[in-house]
């Protein structure tokens, strides 16, 4: 059998040696531009700011001002005296089922928007959103919004001067929760998110 050459081992190690050279030239130019991306995209975006308001207060944001006027809670049997004609249509993950009125809360929080521009503007009162203990909650664009509302869409436009009060549901469900302490105390705190990055508006309101 015959035996490599000297000349043709020294041509492999010699492609190895360019290999494994490109190859960490390679690594090094990758980590070069994750970083210079990290440090542009940490000047473009900046640690947020957090805000925080309690109930009642005025959250002022350029020409549009929100107020928050109330916080309600409504559970099992008493919903149907809030809204008559509730109907469910949520179903429970695991067993497949439609949620009983049992296991079911709607946190109501009423504000007012108020635009004090010179023209005219439009709110999406969708965006706000609702957080409790261990949980995280979108305003609900059709169903109870609507029966609880004059107005039926979330995003609300208002002319000059104009100011409007609307209220706000949120659902939540027991099976959501992992034992009936945590459903229980899921409403010890309660608070609004009006805004989030860069500026996280936050309203305790309770």
């Not at 549009?64 to 309600?72: D, Q």
Request: charge should be negative; glycine fraction near 8%.
């Amino acid at each position: 059998m015959r035996r490599p050459s000297k000349l043709s081992e020294e041509a492999t190690r010699r492609r190895k040696r360019i290999i494994i050279l490109a190859s960490v030239c390679t690594l090094a130019a990758l980590t070069s531009l994750i970083s210079y991306r990290l440090v542009t995209l940490n000047a473009q975006y900046p640690n947020g700011k957090v805000i925080e308001f309690s109930l009642g207060d005025e959250v002022i944001g350029g020409d549009v001002t929100i107020k928050t006027t109330g916080l309600s809670i409504y559970e099992g049997e008493q919903i149907y005296k809030v809204i008559p004609t509730y109907t469910e249509v949520q179903r429970n993950g695991q067993t497949g089922k439609l949620a009983s009125i049992d296991e079911v809360r709607i946190v109501v929080c009423d504000i007012t928007i108020t635009n004090n521009g010179e023209e005219a503007c439009e709110v999406n009162a969708g965006a706000f959103g609702l957080q409790g203990t261990g949980w995280f909650a979108i305003t609900n664009h059709r169903g109870e919004y609507e029966l609880l509302n004059d107005v039926r869409s979330v995003r609300i436009n208002l002319e000059p001067g104009e100011q409007i009060s609307v209220r706000l549901p949120y659902k939540i469900y027991a099976f959501q929760f992992t034992n009936e302490y945590d459903w229980d105390h899921a409403i010890d705190e309660i608070d609004l998110i009006l805004g989030k990055y860069p500026i996280l508006i936050i309203v305790h309101m309770r």
